[in-house]
């Protein structure tokens, strides 16, 4: 059974393959597939997950299981807030992108912006979801200053999409590994504005630029077992909606915030242990030291015979002392008196509008990355080049215009990456083009330049632009491959260093490097050195 | 005698008199003693104010100016009696009546729209942009919105003028108008007496003629008891008629803007202006809008038997125990003269009646406590400092909202807890459907259902308002239409004893989802072809 086989942790490539392929087949009706959708996420959800690497290796070293639940809210990046026409960007003058109904003045109604649904819609899909055909939004009531209306308007028992799961690789520097998490929902909810509290700490002022800019909410089923997994799956989650377009996910800005449920369980209990939340992670590098931190926080506890200090409460995580602190108790759970949001009506989906998305949805980093592997790369070329969606669009535009992959992820993942990183760009700002650069590396291939020369043009080509063929003939770049140029060469120069020749007569034969550097010298670096190094041996042998 | 009605008199004095058998019909009043005050037969066929104004502008009789000028002059003279403004806007009404003028002289009366020169007064709980709006509460003291709401909105720009904002309960929560956190308004039939509410400040405005017509809104009888109290028209429409953009919310899925006239054919007019779909109402319709006053059949071009084909259904359960026998012998009155009028009256019983009013109030209040939420002292209105938040919340909502209001709050806060949601909230909401299946089965075998619109005549002052539960019974008529979210049409039927001329009684008549119209046109036939009676208040004639 195909299916069986996806539960592996590393799944052959031919029955992933045969499984893609059992998913094409799939035709009308519209509801089946999602079922079938659902029920293969269900079954193809790790049971047990083989923890190869070293984190989870040291737990089981201590007889106990950590079990990690991720709750991710994505800011998508709509043109206009959730529920009115007010514009968002971040970091603007605050207050100065807000109306009364943001603001929560008496009187305003709440009008959905339909791209907010059509962005759910697709991240659904993409997380393998059943999309509900018709979902609600509620009300989640609270006070807080941030918070205008006093009530939060989500999705609380009828989310837009459910039952879904995330594939992804772990990385290599890290023992790798293919992973399936369990999404358990995705709904749609409006977010709070921000505080901005006092030096002095007596007093706070309210900002609701951000009040009403929409959230997409995915809760994971608690799969993970590591830090280093659910840094992952928050850097895939990632991707995926850089991949999609709903959001920039940028972690810095708040537009992508993971928050992490962490317990630890004796290995062989099936109950889970008491859960604390993480907040205040910003990168995906704390969540993994905040998760690992926690995990051993807890262990420790048990050991010590201390586990009811383990309780039901939210701490922080501090990036300066690398600890988390208790943020609040909860003295019992916060009682949000959800109710349905009786100023929307339901939202209800057609199949074919679900169609249309789906049929609009662009190669995802999952598919991406089994496509790059069975080119042959590596697993660390395949994970490089499909992290960023603009890299891998590069990438596979320059195999289109016929490019090696192999070569073509080594020049990318070298110079032009190493370029980026020093120069603080991304590969869409750079001049190279993906044609020039197959151009380049069809260039060396056949011998029209040299390798050293290529750096030289590929530096060139990224800063200003131009085509290779252009920047060769100005620069005079061309290798010489021919015989008789370079034996002239060789004979001029051994014609004007007689003290040498006569010292490599006497048998100093480590003088044909300095006669070899004396050519490439003469032939300014464009004599073929293959070439170059069999001529010069010749001469000096007919010589000695 | 009031201007109005004497340029309705001119007016029908170039109309031939009605025919001979139209003058058969006769509602003999059940009451020993007549009201003392009756007036000439032509008088009493509830002339349209907006009609006549028209005309008089048209004809060039009067100007915007001096239709203003008498009106303000009227609500100047009434008002310390009456109350029924929290805000009068008069200066501004005069200049907006002087730039109509002009308009009008140059433009032309067409280009101005169909309610120009109407003086319109605005339940407080609507949002104006020029004027303060407080939802009858302490806690938006002072608070002027950025913005109108479409209903105020759409009849600025049909070119009526809005004089003021009226008062009401706070937020809506009352039946008395008594929970106004600035004013008590009376009764213009009996000082003594309250309007109901909560959009007693608007149906006191038009019962006096300190407007032509109001604004009101209706969440499980705002409008309609109102109307029976102070008797003139009162229209709830369907659920989603009118845009709630800019009313500020009590109960959102059973809120409905509404409008008081001092006839059925004003009311039409009203409702033309104001129904419609609106982008920024998401639960708003968009049902076609009728021209609801071009459907409504002159006195003198009725048949007959103007209602032949009719079939109307008494509710049953609302003729019992705990209603007035005034009222309960008014609303017979007007069943027979429903029959006179060619329609066949059946009583019907509806079994979820009286679940109706448990129900409403358990949903009410839960969507109320979300609703009010939003009125904390952070961002507008009434700010108490504290030296936390819970001192500040607690502090600002403390003071600013009254008993009534935070009785609600926390009925509903209740109600949505963890632990009573579904003995609560999600047992109401399954009666809530239980009501809707029953109205919707007795409004397929009958084109209406008919009923008195509160169960008794208006009260005391005072009378009720220590005890609550007496004055939410008073919604037991009412509420049901609401959790359906079904028309409604209060025409003044009657009178019981009380005051100096007696209490106007209203009889309430629902329609299935969007029959307005419907309701309107049987509602002026009856209003037109009703005898003996006359709704103008001892308050006028005391003037």
Not at chain 1, 96 to 123: D, I, Q
Not at chain 2, 295 to 300: I, K, S, T
Request: with cysteine; proline share 5%; net charge negative.
């Amino acid at each position: 059974m195909a299916l069986t086989l996806l539960r592996g942790m590393r799944t052959p490539v031919v029955a992933r393959r045969n499984a893609g392929l059992f998913f094409t087949t799939l035709q009308s009706p519209l509801l089946s597939r999602f079922t079938m959708r659902a029920e293969s996420a269900r079954a193809a959800a790790p049971k047990s997950i083989q923890l190869a690497t070293k984190e989870a290796a040291e737990q089981k070293a201590q007889g106990f299981e950590a079990v990690i639940g991720i709750e991710t809210h994505v800011q998508l990046s709509t043109v206009t807030k959730a529920f009115c026409s007010c514009p968002y960007s971040y970091g603007s003058q605050p207050n100065s992108t807000v109306c009364p109904t943001c603001m929560g003045h008496p009187g305003t109604l709440p009008v959905l912006n339909a791209k907010v649904v059509e962005c759910a819609v697709r991240l659904g899909l993409a997380l393998n979801c059943e999309i509900a055909m018709t979902s609600k939004f509620d009300r989640k009531q609270y006070f807080y200053p941030d918070l205008p209306k006093g009530y939060q308007i989500s999705q609380f028992d009828i989310p837009i999409a459910k039952e879904g799961y995330l594939d992804l690789d772990l990385p290599v520097e890290f023992g790798g590994g293919h992973r399936r998490f369990g999404v358990t929902r995705v709904h749609m909810e409006e977010d709070a504005g921000k505080l901005l509290h006092s030096e002095s700490g007596s007093y706070s002022q309210v900002d609701l630029n951000r009040a009403g800019v929409p959230l997409l909410e995915i809760v994971s089923e608690p799969d993970m077992r590591t830090g280093i997994e659910a840094a992952e799956y928050g850097a895939e989650l990632q991707r995926l909606v850089r991949y999609l377009g709903v959001s920039n996910g940028n972690m810095q800005e708040g537009s992508l915030r993971c928050d992490v449920n962490v317990s630890v369980r004796p290995i062989g209990q099936s109950n889970f242990g008491t859960k604390v939340e993480i907040k205040n992670m910003n990168s995906f590098s704390a969540i993994s030291r905040a998760i690992d931190y926690e995990i051993s926080r807890q262990i420790l506890l048990h050991k010590e015979g201390q586990a009811d200090q383990i309780v039901q409460e939210t701490r922080l995580w501090d990036e300066s002392s690398q600890k988390t602190f208790t943020m609040r108790k909860k003295e019992g759970l916060a009682d949000y008196r959800y109710f349905p949001e009786p100023d929307l009506p339901e939202v209800v989906l057609t199949s074919e509008y679900i169609d249309e998305i789906q049929n609009s949805m662009p190669e995802l980093p999952e598919a991406k990355r089994r496509r790059f592997e069975n080119m042959g790369l590596s697993m660390q070329d395949v994970l490089f080049l499909a992290n960023d969606d603009n890299v891998a669009r590069f990438f596979d535009s320059t195999l289109e215009h016929g490019a090696d992959a192999k070569l073509a992820a080594n020049w990318i993942m070298g110079d032009i990456a190493a370029y980026l990183k020093n120069e603080k760009l991304s590969i869409d700002e750079i001049k190279l083009t993906p044609l020039e650069l197959s151009e380049l590396i069809a260039s060396i291939r056949n011998g029209t330049i040299s390798g050293k020369i290529g750096k030289e043009i590929l530096i060139e080509l990224i800063a200003k632009g131009g085509t290779v063929k252009s920047v060769i003939e100005e620069k005079d770049l061309v290798q010489i491959a021919d015989p008789a140029a370079i034996e002239a060469m060789v004979d001029q120069v051994l014609a004007d260093n007689p003290k040498q020749l006569e010292q490599y007569r006497s048998g100093k034969t480590k003088l044909q490097g300095f006669f070899a550097g004396q050519v490439m010298k003469a032939s300014k670096g464009k004599a073929n050195p293959v070439l170059l190094n069999k001529i010069l041996g010749e001469k000096l042998k007919a010589n000695s | 005698m009031p201007p109005p009605l004497q340029a309705q008199r001119l007016l029908l004095s170039h109309r031939r008199l009605p025919s001979p058998h139209l003058r058969c019909f006769t509602a003999v009043s059940s009451l020993p003693s007549a009201p003392a005050k009756t007036v000439a037969a032509a008088a009493a066929h509830a002339p349209s104010s907006i009609l006549s104004i028209r005309e008089s502008l048209l004809s060039g009789e009067r100007t915007a100016a001096e239709i203003t000028a008498e009106y303000l002059s009227r609500l100047r003279r009434t008002e310390p009696s009456v109350r029924s403004f929290i805000h009068v806007a008069d200066a501004a009404a005069e200049r907006e009546a002087e730039e109509l003028d002009r308009r009008i002289a140059t433009e032309g009366l067409d280009a101005v729209g169909p309610l120009a020169g109407v003086l319109v007064g605005v339940k407080d709980n609507l949002c104006t942009a020029n004027m303060p709006s407080t939802g009858g509460s302490r806690i938006l003291d002072g608070y002027q919105p950025a913005y109108d709401a479409t209903a105020v909105r759409r009849l600025r720009e049909a070119g009526a003028i809005v004089v003021g904002k009226t008062n009401l309960d706070e937020f809506g929560m009352g039946s008395t108008t008594e929970g106004s956190g600035f004013q008590v308004t009376t009764n213009p039939w009996d000082d003594s007496r309250v309007p109901g509410g909560s959009s007693g400040g608007s149906a006191s405005a038009v019962s006096a003629r300190q407007c032509v017509v109001s604004l009101g809104s209706d969440t499980g009888g705002s409008v309609r008891q109102p109307a029976s109290f102070c008797g003139v028209v009162g229209l709830k429409p369907t659920y989603g008629r009118v845009s709630r953009f800019g009313l500020m919310a009590y109960a959102s899925s059973l809120d409905v803007v509404g409008c008081f006239g001092s006839s059925v054919v004003d009311t039409a007019t009203i409702l033309s202006v104001i129904a419609g779909h609106d982008k920024m109402d998401s639960t708003s319709s968009s049902h076609d809008v009728s021209d609801y006053k071009s459907e409504l059949v002159p006195l003198d071009l009725l048949e007959s038997k103007p209602l032949n084909g009719m079939r109307i259904g008494i509710i049953q359960e609302t003729l019992g125990e705990g209603v007035e026998t005034g009222v309960i012998s008014s609303i017979k009155d007007a069943a027979s003269h429903l029959e006179q009028l060619g329609s066949v009256v059946e009583e019907v019983s509806l079994p979820s009646f009286s679940l109706g009013l448990p129900a409403y109030y358990i949903l009410a209040s839960s969507e109320a406590s979300s609703n009010l939420s939003r009125y904390d002292g952070i961002r507008y209105g009434r700010q108490v400092s504290g030296d936390d938040l819970n001192e500040l919340y607690g502090g600002s909502r403390a003071n600013g909202l009254g008993h009534e209001v935070k009785m609600r709050i926390l009925m509903g806060t209740y109600a949505l807890s963890a632990g009573y949601y579904d003995a609560y909230y999600k047992r109401a909401q399954q009666v809530r459907t239980l009501v809707k299946k029953s109205f919707k089965e007795a409004l397929e075998r009958y084109d209406i259902l008919v009923s008195p619109a509160a169960p008794s005549a208006a009260y005391k002052i005072g009378e009720k308002i220590n005890d609550p539960l007496a004055m939410y019974a008073g919604d037991t008529m009412t509420v049901n239409v609401n959790l359906a979210g079904l028309p409604a049409l209060v025409v003044p039927c009657g009178f019981v004893e009380g005051g100096s001329a007696g209490l106007p009684v209203g009889l309430q008549m629902i329609g299935s989802p969007f029959s307005e119209g419907n309701l309107l046109r049987i509602g002026h036939i009856f209003e037109q072809t009703l005898q003996n009676y006359s709704f103008v208040p001892p308050l006028l004639a005391e003037s």
